[in-house]
């Protein structure tokens, strides 16, 4: 039984021999007491003896496994990263222990890295069985594709390799309330928000400045005899203007031009608000230009009422996320909002007056670039009062004072405009130098020419003259 067992032991050996002559050999190693042997993880090693061994013993054989190719020589390969003893035999019964160390081929990982991010700062070693990553990457993906290329190698891995947090993207919003008396703009003979040409959305032309002209082609008139030809060319759109801001535009190269200083000049339209509001991107931002009027609150359903004040906010509110993405598009998310106090429709309640609130609100969310800008239109507010004039005591006899007295109504509309401009901006760094401050110009008397009795002035009795500006 034993004979049988040897020849197969005997011809298998022969066959890997025969399997492995066309490659090349294992490293041979000829131990050494107290010696440790290393060994990679996936490769060979071989060791010669010189007393003829009767048996091999591995403490680990999840680790290390030995074959005996001759009575002489063992190999032994590595199975996993981690340690080993192995316990030589000779005929004669004596016995030597070798320690093996099996390592992690990270030069083959440390190539696979290299080749598959040749951008990033990553480094790999081996310790105690275990890989360890480290280094930083540029996004969380590539540490997520580390540690799956590091678990091909080993069971344990340690992924050190940091992310570097970049700095938040931060985002400023121009905003301008205004507020358009429609009525006044209707008897100025205003036309806005009609179709414009090319990438006009929306133009604006007032009477009172002779309008404006769009000419989108060019005649030519020709005379040859008796006959008369005329040719129409067709040219760029071009917008002629009596009044540069004359003009309310939605375009992507010209931003927003709108007639503000002619309306103003005219009372027919206010600015009401211009704040600028930065937030860093996902964050929200609050303005509130207005203030927060008392109302009384009363509880209370039996004995004696219970009368508590609280207060709500009103003026000028503007409410804004904004979300900067990859691609530098900027979402937002805007609410802008204005409130009066309506004392027209106020209560009276337990001896309070209590104001209604008039209330214009929207609430849009819109994709941007940097510097686009978009306006927020059509918040209209009616309001209709009536005034009564008549002339004192007459006025007030009942029939016979109706002569004597008069009843209109004023009508007043109005109209809210928002318009919005968004820009990315950056942090300055904490090594970049401050600006300069600004000089200014500090008009200053030589006092010799200044002062008659300044000593060494010769030119007493005369006018005094300033030398100029410095």
């Known amino acids: 039984m034993m004979k049988s067992k040897l020849g197969y032991h005997v011809c298998f050996l022969l066959a890997i021999g025969a399997f492995a002559a066309g490659q090349s050999a294992p490293a041979a190693a000829s131990p050494a007491e107290g010696e440790t042997m290393h060994v990679l993880v996936g490769k060979s090693l071989v060791i010669n003896v010189q007393a003829p061994l009767s048996r091999v013993l591995s403490s680990n054989p999840a680790v290390v496994e030995t074959m005996a190719t001759s009575p002489t020589q063992v190999v032994v390969e590595g199975k996993a990263a981690g340690n080993s003893s192995l316990i030589l035999w000779d005929a004669s019964g004596r016995s030597q222990i070798l320690d093996v160390a099996v390592d992690i081929d990270i030069a ?91 990438h006009t959305t929306g133009t604006l032309s007032t009477g009172q400045f002779g309008g404006t002209t769009v000419s989108t082609s060019s005649a030519t008139t020709t005379t040859v005899g008796n006959t008369t030809a005329t040719s129409v060319t067709a040219t760029p759109p071009t917008l002629n203007l009596t009044n540069p801001l004359n003009l309310f535009l939605f375009r992507s190269d010209i931003n927003f031009g709108v007639a503000i200083q002619a309306l103003q000049a005219r009372d027919v339209l206010e600015i009401l608000a211009e704040p600028n509001l930065m937030a860093i991107s996902g964050q929200k931002a609050t303005f509130l230009a207005g203030g927060e009027f008392p109302f009384p609150v009363v509880s209370g359903s039996t004995g004696l009422p219970t009368v508590t004040i609280s207060f709500r906010p009103f003026g000028v509110k503007l409410d804004f996320t904004a979300f900067v993405q990859d691609d530098n598009t900027l979402r937002l998310h805007v609410a802008p909002e204005v409130s009066t106090l309506d004392f027209s429709q106020a209560l009276t309640l337990s001896g309070f007056t209590v104001p209604a609130i008039s209330t214009r609100r929207a609430e849009t969310e819109v994709e941007l670039k940097d510097g686009q800008s978009f306006g927020i239109a059509g918040l209209l507010d009616h309001r209709a009062t009536t005034q009564l004039s008549k002339i004192p005591g007459i006025g007030d006899i009942p029939i016979l004072g109706q002569l004597f007295r008069s009843r209109s109504i004023n009508k007043n509309n109005t109209e809210l405009l928002v318009l919005v ?50």
């Open 108 to 198: 083959g990982l440390r190539n696979a890295i290299q080749r598959s991010y040749p951008k990033e700062q990553l480094d790999v070693e081996a310790d105690a069985g275990r890989l360890v990553l480290t280094g930083t990457a540029s996004n969380a993906h590539i540490v997520e594709d580390l540690s799956k290329m590091a678990g091909a190698y080993s069971a344990q891995v340690v992924n050190s390799v940091r992310v570097p947090l970049a700095h938040e993207r931060q985002v400023v919003l121009e905003v301008k309330f205004a507020e358009v008396d429609r009525t006044a703009l209707l008897q100025l003979g205003a036309n806005y928000f009609t179709p414009g040409i090319g």
């Open 421 to 470: 401009t968004p820009h990315i901006v950056d942090p300055v760094h904490v090594d970049a130098p401050l600006p300069a401050p600004p000089k200014l110009a500090v008009p200053f008397l030589d006092p010799a020419k200044f002062d008659k009795q300044a000593p060494g002035n010769k030119e007493v009795g005369t006018a005094p003259a300033a030398t100029g500006v410095k």
